[in-house]
């Protein structure tokens, strides 16, 4: 595909023809999860109808065909990303998974009593919730960096926050809820100024622009593979190789030792030291099958057609009076939270499912972001490279019923 052709695209997306309430579905609920391309799906079915069978543990000649395409797939997300290794790229259950593989791990290697971590005010729950449980365990702290009016992170405050004390700085590349790019290249600049390592949240970030973790100089990043088009349950913990050798494994079983005996184990190597069990192999050649997908299409084309789209939609949302955008910024990819003055964000949500629009309302699973704009929730449309200018228009035009509706 050379020219970025968006019904091409949506070709390619089943699940989008449907009707939903007797209208043509429009779907802008893309930052919880994406649709998935037929090739995909395919991909899926082919496991089961051919090859499918357990990893890493037959000679036979279906596991030892499962085991390639589940190593093959490491190695096309170490592209998709340019990991230096496929030792570098654990697969996990998702993004929580794989920051709560860090927060135990590392913290069990790394962090003592009086340690800090620093995360940021406007993370999702799953880049808050590790970070404590792991600070009540080692009895550590845990540093907010403060975000602005806009919920751009302050980047004066963030420097004054680091110090020798500060172990581990976690941020996330986007920010969920408002779908603000955080500038994550000084965070780890200045985190690695003072000694600290860097974990980045991707999973708002990977499917719409261009990552890589060497230039970043990033000691982790995760991200998740149902919001990058591949399936449920999959998702990625890339870490530096030296730090991953250093830490224990996150959980034990099969697959993750070189001998076992009552007396003693002996741990593998990497990657599968930290991919304890029968992991979601199906998911991760899904993964794979996904990325194959993205880069078909062009990460640097999905971005441009993206930001466009973002842009045409914050324009258009702002011509209905008494609607407010949350997270204004120039730095912000495929997001839009908002609230209508007056009007309940769940009241919202549920007239434009009436219309066969479905947005995602609530905070987002980002409570602290939303106590900063002294609100409980908003309404959020979020954007994936199969959405078009005239899905917004219908967004728009729901929104002025949903008006003239309630108020
Ligand atoms: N981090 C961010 C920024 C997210 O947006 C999400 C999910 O919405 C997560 C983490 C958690 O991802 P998962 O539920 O796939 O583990």
Redesign the pocket.
């Known amino acids: 595909m050379n020219m970025f052709d968006v019904e091409k695209i949506r070709e390619q997306f089943p699940l989008l023809t449907q009707k939903v309430n007797g209208k043509n579905l429009v779907y802008l609920d893309n930052?919880?999860t994406v649709q998935k391309p037929l090739r995909v799906i395919e991909k899926i079915k082919e496991i089961y109808t051919e090859y499918n069978s357990n990893i890493h543990r037959g000679v036979h000649y279906l596991s030892n065909k499962t085991t390639e395409a589940y190593e093959n797939a490491r190695e096309t997300v170490r592209n998709f990303i340019n990991a230096n290794s496929t030792e570098e790229i654990i697969f996990t259950?998702?993004?929580?998974?794989a920051?709560n593989l860090v927060a135990f791990s590392f913290g069990e290697k790394y962090i003592k009593k009086g340690d800090e971590i620093l995360i940021a005010e406007t993370?999702?729950h799953?880049?808050i919730v590790p970070w404590q449980m792991m600070c009540e365990r080692k009895g550590a702290k845990i540093k907010v960096i403060p975000a602005d009016n806009n919920g751009e992170l302050i980047l004066s405050e963030y420097k004054k926050l680091l110090n020798k004390r500060t172990k581990l700085v976690a941020v996330?590349q986007?920010?969920?809820s408002l779908g603000i790019i955080n500038p994550i290249e000084d965070i780890i600049y200045e985190a690695r100024k003072t000694g600290a390592k860097t974990l980045i949240?991707g999973?708002?970030a990977v499917q719409h622009k261009s990552v890589d973790v060497q230039k970043l100089d990033c000691d982790f990043y995760?991200f998740?593979g149902?919001?990058t088009y591949a399936e449920t349950g999959i998702?990625i913990l890339y870490g530096k190789k030296e730090l991953l050798n250093e830490m224990p494994p996150y959980q034990g079983g099969g697959d993750m030792i070189k001998s076992v005996s009552f007396e003693k184990t002996e741990y593998t190597d990497l990657p599968l030291k930290f991919e304890a069990g029968t992991s979601n192999y199906v998911g991760a050649i899904s993964l794979g099958e996904a990325i194959n997908f993205i880069n078909s299409v062009g990460i640097e084309k999905i971005e441009k057609y993206e930001t466009e789209l973002l842009k045409y939609a914050e324009e258009k949302l702002s011509l209905i009076n008494g609607l407010t955008i949350y997270g204004k910024s120039k730095n912000k990819t495929s997001a839009v939270s908002f609230l209508l003055k007056g009007i309940h964000f769940y009241d919202t949500g549920m007239i434009l499912d009436k219309l066969g629009i479905a947005v995602r309302t609530g905070a987002?699973?980002a409570e602290p972001t939303m106590k900063n704009f002294g609100i409980s929730g908003t309404v959020r449309a979020s954007f994936a490279m199969y959405n078009t200018k005239e899905e917004i228009d219908k967004l728009y035009e729901g929104l002025l019923k949903v008006k003239n509706m309630l108020l």
């Open positions: 930052g919880a259950k998702g993004t929580t998974d920051i993370e999702h799953s880049n996330a986007v920010a969920n949240d999973a708002q995760a998740s149902h919001k998702g987002h699973c």
